[in-house]
């Protein structure tokens, strides 16, 4: 599985977030979590008004969070410590990593 920020993407032209654009991915975790927090806190359901511009801001901030970790994913880590088959624990240093990051939009 790929860590996918959500991205606007072309539709006869035009750029949408529709629900293939954010399928799956950060950005609609992370509205899935605005609608949540603000049924429990609001004690009705969030407005449909500024929809889009939450989606929006929703993919940007996904987008920028992964592209940064994307562009720095072999400063994350330096060693990690094993333990082959439950036996003595081995330090390890790790040379690179792969975080399988995508931003670009659906096709």
């Not at 994307?70 to 994913?73: F, L, N, R």
């Not at 081995?90 to 790790?94: E, K, T």
């Not at 690179?96 to 670009?104: P, Q, W």
């Given at each position: 599985?790929?860590?996918y920020?959500?991205?606007?993407?072309?539709?006869?032209?035009?750029?949408?977030l529709?629900?293939t654009?954010l399928s799956?991915?950060m950005a609609?975790a992370m509205?899935?979590?605005m609608?949540d927090?603000?049924?429990?806190?609001?004690g009705s359901?969030?407005?449909?008004?500024?929809?889009?511009?939450r989606?929006?801001?929703?993919?940007?901030v996904?987008?920028g969070?992964?592209?940064y970790l994307?562009?720095?994913?072999n400063e994350?880590?330096?060693?990690m410590?094993?333990?082959?088959g439950?036996g003595?624990a081995?330090?390890?240093?790790?040379n690179?990593?792969?975080?399988?990051?995508?931003?670009?939009p659906?096709a």
């Open positions: 599985m790929s860590l920020s959500g991205a606007v993407r072309s539709v006869n032209g035009k750029y949408v529709d629900t654009a799956d991915s609609q509205d899935d979590a609608v927090a603000y049924q429990k806190l609001k359901a969030l407005p449909d008004k500024g929809k889009d511009d989606r929006m801001l929703f993919v940007a996904a987008r969070l992964l592209t994307k562009d720095h994913e994350i880590f330096a060693a410590k094993l333990t082959p439950g003595v081995i330090d390890n240093q790790v690179s990593v792969s975080l399988n990051i995508v931003t670009d659906p």
